[in-house]
């Protein structure tokens, strides 16, 4: 992500608003990027990171895996950061419309679709909760392994199987433990992401020329 001297001096407020940090400096970093983007900092205690999802999303970054999304929006928000990194294939589960007629949903079946196609990728699901629905049902059946899965679609089921399930799986996550995750905190994560593991890339690209 570009900064500006605003940009910088917003961070620094919520620097200061936060306080002690108790995570990881790269989850600490994912977390103020999310409080930047929505203005919120409750967020400082809703992310939940399973083990090893920053070190898993910054291997597949780093090797083009592909970013499967559920909405337009999000593939738009990062389409300049990710080509001006590692250059990974995007696509979008609501651009597979040509669907039989079945009880899914358009995002579900385009997922469902694009989840077959690259079994190992990143998905990234900011508004559809049908859509994780479908990539757990092919977790389970062992037709799918993703490299990461961010799940922030908003959860106003205090039952939620499917984001327990994926945080108890062995698929490295990152998703909301709250109602008020959507496609803004989905693209934000993914943007902190893309930048983590380039300055990680960055770096290793500089030793190895020492």
Same mark, same amino acid.
């Given at each position: 992500?570009?900064?500006?001297?605003?940009?910088?001096?917003?961070?620094?407020?919520?620097?200061?608003?936060?306080?002690?940090?108790?995570?990881?400096?790269?989850?600490?970093?994912?977390?103020?990027?999310?409080?930047?983007? !929505?203005?919120?900092?409750?967020?400082? @205690? $809703? +992310?939940?990171?399973? %083990?090893?999802?920053?070190?898993?999303?910054? #291997?597949?970054?780093?090797?083009?895996?592909?970013?499967?999304?559920?909405?337009?929006?999000?593939q738009a928000g990062i389409a300049y950061e990710i080509q001006e990194t590692f250059a990974n294939p995007i696509f979008c589960g609501l651009e597979r419309m040509n669907r039989p007629q079945n009880a899914q949903t358009n995002a579900a079946w385009g997922l469902e679709t694009l989840a077959r196609r690259y079994p190992e990728g990143i998905f990234v699901i900011g508004?559809?909760? !049908?859509?994780?629905?479908?990539?757990? @049902? $092919? +977790?389970?059946?062992? %037709?799918?392994?993703?490299?990461?899965?961010? #799940?922030?679609?908003?959860?106003?089921?205090?039952?939620?199987?499917?984001?327990?399930?994926?945080?108890?799986?062995?698929?490295?996550?990152?998703?909301?433990?709250?109602?008020?995750?959507?496609?803004?905190?989905?693209?934000?994560?993914?943007?902190?992401?893309?930048?983590?593991?380039?300055?990680?890339?960055?770096?290793?690209?500089?030793?190895?020329?020492?």
């Amino acid at each position: 992500m570009e900064w500006h001297i605003t940009d910088a001096q917003s961070l620094a407020i919520i620097d200061h608003e936060i306080g002690d940090r108790l995570i990881s400096p790269a989850e600490y970093e994912i977390t103020r990027r999310v409080i930047y983007a !929505t203005g919120d900092f409750e967020y400082k @205690s $809703l +992310i939940n990171f399973s %083990e090893r999802a920053i070190q898993s999303a910054v #291997a597949a970054l780093s090797a083009r895996t592909t970013i499967v999304v559920d909405l337009p929006m999000i593939q738009a928000g990062i389409a300049y950061e990710i080509q001006e990194t590692f250059a990974n294939p995007i696509f979008c589960g609501l651009e597979r419309m040509n669907r039989p007629q079945n009880a899914q949903t358009n995002a579900a079946w385009g997922l469902e679709t694009l989840a077959r196609r690259y079994p190992e990728g990143i998905f990234v699901i900011g508004q559809a909760q !049908t859509a994780l629905t479908a990539l757990m @049902s $092919l +977790i389970e059946t062992q %037709e799918i392994k993703p490299s990461l899965i961010i #799940a922030t679609s908003p959860n106003f089921n205090d039952v939620n199987s499917n984001q327990e399930q994926l945080q108890n799986s062995l698929i490295p996550n990152i998703t909301i433990n709250s109602n008020k995750g959507n496609a803004v905190v989905a693209t934000a994560i993914l943007d902190a992401l893309i930048d983590l593991a380039w300055q990680a890339h960055g770096k290793k690209s500089s030793g190895s020329e020492e």
